[in-house]
Structures are given as C-alpha cells and as structure tokens.
C-alpha cells in the first residue's frame, strides 16, 4: 500500500465550477502539506502550504486538513480553463523528503 | 527574485552512458533535494543536500550520485545509464531542512536510447 493514495483522475468540470481534489495518507508522522499544480512539460508549481489542521484559504484556492482522518483536500472555487492541469499532493514528516500523490489530472471545460 | 534553474532542459543519452544534471537553487536557499519523475511510479525522492552533505537518501541504487557545492548548487550523476532512467529529473529548492515551502524546477528530460 502506497503511503500517499490519491485519485489519477482524470476529473472533467464545466468552467464555474468547484473542484474537489483529495488525498489519504497513512503515515501519521506527517506534519506538512502541500499541494502542487504540474503543467505538461513544467515543473511542480506550488499552490498550498499547510503544516495545521484546518482551512487554508488563498485566492480561488482552499487547502483542507483532517489529520484525524489522515485526510487532505484542495478546493478550487470558479474553476477556469486556465485551471487544467495536474495536482499532485505532497507531504512530509521532517526534513526535506516529500512523499507526493500519484497526482489527479484537472480538466476545466469552456 | 529568480527561481530554480535546472541545466540542460533535455538531453539524450545511449545506454551505458553517464550523465550529469545540475540546479542551482534560488538566491539564499541552502537545501537542495531531487526528484524522478516517470509515468509509472510518479514522483519519487532520490536524495537531498545540506551544507554540502547528503541528508537523505531515496531507494535507489548506486549509480545514482549527487554532490552540493559550497554556493549551495548541486548536480546529479548518473553512471551506467539504463532504458529505465528515461525521466524528467527535477530539483527542489528550500531555505533550510527544517521546514518551509519547496520550490520546484523546471525539469531536465533525460532519453536513454
């Protein structure tokens, strides 16, 4: 079983609309989050940084922490075109290893 | 501020080649860690470097190498290319191991032929 689970999608919406993108984990000792938007033939682009249980709400975009749960989410409210892509959660105990989702391909229709 | 930067952008290499990739971290960062990506296992750690040490070390085998310079950029190697390496290659950039936002960049695409 992988220490990250997460949905490869891909996940198609009608412009407007809001996303839900989720991730488990199964490693307790995880203490920071992230999540990440890929671009064909880009580098991972941070979105979200969150180290707390609890909301995190940045523009369009709110990360969501369950650690109760080992449970976290990244909502994209008025999703646009521009919003196409693939999201890939990411997370760690300590240090500088991140652990990274298998990554959920968006894709926003006009 | 300029971001990651990662050298070459592509390459192709044959079988039984070695390689060298390099990444110079944004201004001030210190720690330095690198990825593999492939369709089939995604992202995955390689190793991570520190004030010229390597902190962590992913599961892969000893052809693959790396080193950090006292400017804090840091290059990968990898000896004995095999088809398998084919990957986009990608460094990460943080201000020190102890937490805080890592920084991507852009990749180096890596072809073994």
């Known amino acids: 079983q992988k220490e990250v689970e997460q949905d490869p999608g891909p996940l198609s919406v009608p412009e407007g609309a809001i996303v839900s993108l989720n991730c488990t984990y199964s490693n307790s000792a995880f203490q920071y989050f992230m999540w990440y938007r890929q671009y064909s033939r880009k580098g991972p682009e941070l979105l979200m940084y969150?180290?707390?249980?609890g909301n995190k709400e940045d523009g369009r975009f709110t990360a969501q922490v369950d650690k109760s749960s080992k449970y976290i989410s990244l909502f994209i409210r008025d999703s646009q075109p521009s919003d196409s892509a693939t999201y890939l959660c990411?997370?760690?105990?300590?240090?500088?290893?991140?652990?990274f989702g298998a990554g959920t391909i968006l894709r926003v229709k006009s | 501020k300029a971001g990651v930067t990662q050298t070459p952008r592509y390459l192709i290499k044959t079988r039984g080649q070695q390689v060298t990739l390099s990444c110079s971290p944004i201004?001030?960062?210190?720690?330095v860690s690198w990825y593999q990506q492939t369709p089939g296992q995604g992202l995955q750690f390689l190793f991570e470097y520190f004030s010229e040490t390597q902190r962590n070390k992913g599961n892969f085998p000893g052809r693959f190498s790396g080193r950090q310079f006292s400017n804090s950029r840091s290059e990968m190697n990898v000896s004995t290319l095999e088809l398998g390496d084919s990957a986009l290659y990608l460094c990460?950039?943080?201000?020190?191991?102890?937490?805080?936002?890592?920084?991507f960049g852009q990749g180096t695409r890596l072809t073994v032929v």
């Open positions: 990411a997370m760690r105990s300590g240090g500088n290893k991140l652990v």
């Open positions: 969150t180290y707390s249980s």
């Open positions: 990460a950039s943080s201000l020190d191991p102890g937490g805080d936002e890592a920084f």
């Open positions: 201004s001030g960062h210190r720690s």
